[in-house]
């Protein structure tokens, strides 16, 4: 989940990228290059949403990826950061109504709740499914899109071949009180007494809250443990003239105002089975969303086939903080679900 904070600390580092031109042509040489290539709009639940999809044959798995925010899209990133998934799937990246290009061609969807979201998401499965002539999928859920993801994964099972969870969020209030109790030890080791006063001034768990913790943890490297690789994000944040005109900022308001009943009412803690092979992906330092409490999540939870992969490097983004390692972990999943299975 991103933070109103986030944001302040991305943009100003725009200011700052490099030659934006020159990596809008080398995107665009990749591009040409692909069996599929496709970008545009699709009538879901009613709204306008954006959907592009990418992959050098026809022949590939398909991947829907959920990002997440809310508010938050991921395909810039995506296409600049996590191309390569491409020799490995299809990959079908969805600006979910209220974000993205989504928002800019409605800056006021209707209908914004985590259930219209899924439904979203389903009927958009589906049509996936009948283009690619695929029976069952890939699917991918990022922060609060583990949300989405995870619910995806709970009431239609059958479109699913496995379901690759980054960062998943298991409650948030559970995991505020993770984040306090960790920064609380971290602040008194180093005799920060400005932050441990700030931190207990902190009261609830709502997004107000939750946004001014995250200021909290920033400085102690507790979202983005490396944060060298922020230049390469916001680079690709802007790269491309379509999301340029994409106000981040109002973007992750309207979603995550609207949305903010549904993500703290999300709680994953007693489930104790998926009817699909789950496989998470977490960041070891990962205190914006405690991947501790993932990692209780996968040791409680049954499935076909489990398995949660850390890195090392990364504090909530694994898939940009680590992107060569996260393309490549995704590259090996097809191969390690078909041997479990056979």
Known sequence: ??????????????ASCGDKAKQ???????????????RGYLSLGGESQYVETFGTSQSLPLLLFIHGGPGWPQTPMLRHLNADLGKNFIVASWDQRGCGLSYLRDSAAGNMSLAQIIADAHELTGILQKKFSQRKIWLAGFSWGSIVGMELVRKYPADYIAYVSISQVVNLQAGMAATRDWLRKEAGDRKDGATISALNKLRGANLSTFMKQYELIAPYNGAVFDTSTQATVTAAMTADADYRAYDWNKGFQYSSTALARDMFSADFRNLDSLPIPVIFLSGRHDWNVPQTLTEKLFRKVRAPFKEQIWFEKSGHGPLEEEAKRFNEVMASLPAMIMAKQR
């Open 1 to 14: 989940m991103r933070t109103i904070a986030t944001m302040t600390c991305l943009l100003f580092l725009m």
């Open 24 to 38: 809008e042509k080398s995107l665009a040489r990749q591009l040409d290059s692909l069996s599929v290539n496709t």
